[in-house]
């Protein structure tokens, strides 16, 4: 698990020196700059959205994730660990949810982190998730300097989550096939579009509560493909 090892090591080091630029910074900078993170993040979900396959799969998984995110409520639940947080670190941003979340499905949601956990859980070279690491250095520096301590403590999820998907490669590797990794590249390039829209302040969506629509198309496509 090396190379979700150094993931982690690019996105603290990133998300660092990102916050301690945004210390210096003064608010038309910063204004500037989070019009800069909705664009990249809509460029982003539109590239892994548009050569989508399997349409009909990819929109029930989005409905009955929305609706089984709504029912569990995931976003108040994400809001309240972030306050939690805030508190017990004494955390005064005022985009530091925003920034976890933004920052955790930018570094989580794709076909670079499936595909390089699938290449390293098999035993294979961890170069793919390196190429990553170097990505997301950058973009941590771009998203902490605009969210703010968020995106350090997105680390931690990535960590967790990269690690579980290595995890799962070693034992089950062959069922991530082509069709299961774009469903779930379709699926988060159209959660990233709607993220870029929050961004940009055009309409407030609950992303967070569209979540398990990641789980949904990896079951309908293994069932029905």
């Not at 990102?18 to 800069?36: C, D, H, S, W």
């Not at 639940?77 to 805030?86: N, Q």
């Not at 290595?166 to 699926?187: D, R």
């Amino acid at each position: 698990m090396i190379g979700t090892f150094v993931n982690t090591a690019a996105v603290l080091v990133g998300g660092t020196i990102g916050l301690l630029l945004k210390k210096n910074m003064p608010e038309r900078v910063t204004t500037i700059y989070f019009q800069a993170v909705g664009l990249f993040t809509l460029a982003i979900g539109i590239s892994m959205a548009v050569k989508m396959d399997h349409i009909l799969i990819v929109v029930g998984s989005l409905a009955i994730g929305s609706l089984l995110g709504e029912w569990m409520n995931l976003e108040v639940g994400v809001e309240r660990m972030s306050e939690y947080l805030k508190k017990r670190f004494r955390i005064g941003s005022d985009k530091f949810s925003e920034g976890l979340i933004t920052a955790f499905l930018l570094f989580c949601i794709g076909s670079m982190t499936i595909l390089g956990t699938i290449q390293e859980g098999t035993g294979g070279s961890s170069d793919l998730l390196f190429t990553k690491s170097l990505m997301d250095f950058f973009s941590g520096m771009l998203l902490a300097s605009a969210f703010g301590f968020g995106v350090i403590v997105s680390a931690i999820p990535l960590l967790i989550f990269q690690g579980l998907l290595t995890l799962l490669a070693m034992y089950a590797g062959s069922f991530f096939t082509p069709v299961i990794i774009q469903g779930l590249t379709s699926v988060g390039g159209i959660l990233l579009i709607g993220l870029g829209i929050n961004i940009l302040e055009i309409k407030k969506l609950r992303i967070m509560n569209m979540l398990p629509a990641l789980l949904v198309v990896v079951l309908l496509l293994w069932i029905f493909r």
